[in-house]
């Protein structure tokens, strides 16, 4: 019954290195989502998966890699990170169609230094 | 350009003290409007979605109600347990667009 969780729950980096962001759900859902929130601009989508191995942008992929080879997983990947990447990230998962309610993790606070 | 504001930004009420927060919208093709409950540290917890203009939905104090161009959070007798900050959106395209959310204080 864990529905969906993320790790870590807190990160912190250096400018340059490589982070891996985890998220994982036991609904099953179709579709899964990243978003990064910061102070005002509020929650802001990276990037989608509609299911395992299809993946698509939102709106500020930059910077940013993910891969879903399982539904129950969607990694996020910082493959080298900047300042600009400190933020709150959070995972969430929908059951079927993109425009289904979607459910959050409790996200993961990342701090580039 | 799709865009979702919120009004107010922040919000102070007494105990018992009932209100509404605002959720505007510019969208072309409504497909719902989802309010969600965020507390600090925390991911944001869905309440509500709408979809159509004239559709009212209710849980405990809150109902949520939906027009062409916006939708009312209504709070009635607000209990300090409902401070939080609340969230709309609504899909757009190839994104989910989130307004920056209302941060309510209920002061018992």
């Known amino acids: 019954d864990a529905g969906i969780t993320q790790s870590p729950r807190y990160k912190i980096t250096e400018t340059g290195r490589q982070v891996t962001l985890m998220c994982h759900q036991t609904w099953s859902h179709s579709y899964m989502f990243w978003y990064r929130q910061d102070l005002g601009h509020g929650l802001r989508l990276i990037y989608y998966s509609a299911a395992a191995d299809i993946t698509d942008k939102g709106e500020v992929p930059d910077g940013y890699v993910v891969s879903r080879s399982k539904t129950e997983n969607f990694p996020l990947t910082l493959e080298s990170a900047t300042r600009s990447q400190t933020s709150v990230y959070f995972c969430?998962?929908?059951?079927?169609?993109?425009?289904?309610?979607?459910?959050f993790g409790p996200g993961t606070r990342l701090t580039v230094l | 350009e799709d865009q979702v504001t919120q009004s107010p930004e922040a919000l102070r009420l007494q105990e018992g003290e009932s209100s509404s927060l605002n959720c505007s919208y510019t969208v072309s093709g409504l497909r719902g409007l989802f309010w969600y409950r965020q507390d600090p540290g925390k991911g944001p917890e869905f309440l509500f979605t709408l979809y159509s203009a004239g559709e009212e939905k209710e849980k405990e104090r809150l109902k949520a109600t939906l027009t062409k161009k916006e939708s009312f959070l209504h709070i009635t007798a607000p209990k300090p347990e409902d401070s939080a900050t609340y969230l709309c959106a609504v899909p757009t395209g190839q994104n989910f667009v989130f307004g920056p959310g209302t941060r309510l204080s209920v002061l018992p």
């Open positions: 969430a998962s929908s059951l079927g169609v993109r425009t289904d309610t979607q459910y």
